[in-house]
């Protein structure tokens, strides 16, 4: 079995990781030299909309998806109308526009923040008058990691996130003063079956994620699996799909999704039966699901523009490293550790012996 996979960055690289022992082997389109999934399949380097090598992908590939939101549409519709392409377009296209996803929030019932779409000087003025301050301004597409965003505390600021963001279309957003930030991750086969991992309790450090810590039996739980459920119907979705949530009281927002494998869940790689990597290449190649049950308390911290020493990280009893084969840039993910326990206060040690190796960083 074959996997076309758009990118070849690190999610792609543990795409076809966990491909290995299924026998399944990726293909990676990608501009890059030297690509973090290069080594792990076969990387075809170009242009992600490159027609000769999407030619060279319907060829060779039984299925193909993508590791980023930011696909160009062409390459989605070319590939769709040749081969068998998971998730689907109308995933894509919501995921990729922050205004289309609210709505589709808003059409589904799914309580999200409150927002107003913005195009202009005025609209902003006016935004900011039905929402109040604080609030956040995104550009609509193209933010990941807190790019492309501005927290507008009071009104001396809008005029320089104007001048900063403007130029895309834009979205304001209410600021919400969350208790937890979670994240609840599903799995969708061909013929709808769903699995649904334990939520995620995910701790951000200036718009990148620095932890998710599996939590198991969580009690906003119900309430997740709710609005996923509705969300993998609506869509018909086959694949992975993380939406990511905000807790204000008992209650849940939704923030945004994301049509793919996510960082919130890397922990499902020692802390779950299968992990989401392997259980999005069972779902779009068409074969069973396999059990998101949790094994043992499980913590991933990300390695941000920075890599510790390996053979130190790995003398903290449970930790396993993951590193991508990145060249380190400030801000920049380059690995990630999972600390895995059989217990809370085991989970607990092993995060305080790992704070060493994570400069700064906000631990969950
Ligand atoms: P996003 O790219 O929308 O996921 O934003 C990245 C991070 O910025 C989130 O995980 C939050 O920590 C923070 N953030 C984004 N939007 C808001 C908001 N409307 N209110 C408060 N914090 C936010």
Request: negative net charge; charged residues 25%.
């Amino acid at each position: 079995m074959i996997v076309g996979i758009i990118g070849g960055g690190q999610l792609a690289r543990m795409l076809a990781l966990a491909g290995r022992p299924l026998g399944i082997e990726c293909i990676f389109i990608d501009p890059g030299v030297d690509v973090s999934a290069a080594g792990t399949g076969r990387h075809w380097r170009g242009e992600y909309d490159d027609q000769a090598l999407l030619r060279r992908m319907v060829a060779s590939a039984d299925v193909a998806t993508y590791e980023f939101e930011n696909v160009p549409p062409v390459t989605i519709e070319y590939l769709a109308q040749h081969m068998t392409v998971f998730p689907g377009a109308l995933a894509l296209s919501c995921a990729r526009d922050r205004l289309h996803e609210k709505s589709l929030f808003d059409r589904l019932g799914i309580p999200t923040v409150a927002y107003r779409a913005v195009g202009s000087r005025a609209d902003l003025t006016e935004a900011v008058a039905a929402l109040g301050l604080p609030a956040v301004l995104k550009t609509r597409r193209f933010g990941y990691d807190g790019k492309g965003q501005m927290v507008l505390r009071d009104k001396a600021d809008l005029d320089a996130a104007w001048e900063k963001l403007s130029g895309p279309d834009l979205i304001l957003e209410s600021f919400v003063d969350f208790g937890r930030e979670l994240s609840v991750i599903a799995v969708r086969g061909r013929t709808g079956d769903t699995r649904f991992y334990p939520l995620s309790e995910n701790v951000h450090d200036r718009g990148v994620l620095a932890s998710s810590r599996g939590r198991p039996g969580d009690p906003r739980t119900a309430q997740a699996y709710a609005y996923m459920e509705v969300l993998l119907r609506e869509l018909d979705y086959v694949g992975v799909l993380a939406l990511e949530l905000f807790e204000v009281g008992d209650r849940l927002l939704a923030n945004e999704m994301a049509p793919r494998v996510h960082n919130s869940g890397h922990w499902t790689i020692e802390g779950s039966e299968t992990s989401q990597f392997e259980n999005h290449l069972r779902a779009i190649v068409g074969w069973p699901l396999g059990e998101t049950v949790s094994v043992g308390h499980t913590v991933m911290f990300n390695c941000v523009g920075h890599l510790p020493d390996p053979a130190a990280v790995l003398k903290v009893p449970g930790a396993h490293w993951h590193d991508y084969r990145k060249a380190v840039r400030p801000g920049r993910k380059v690995a990630h550790i999972t600390a895995r326990a059989a217990d809370a206060s085991g989970l607990e040690a092993a995060t305080a012996a790992l704070k060493a190796f994570l400069p700064g960083h906000i631990l969950g």
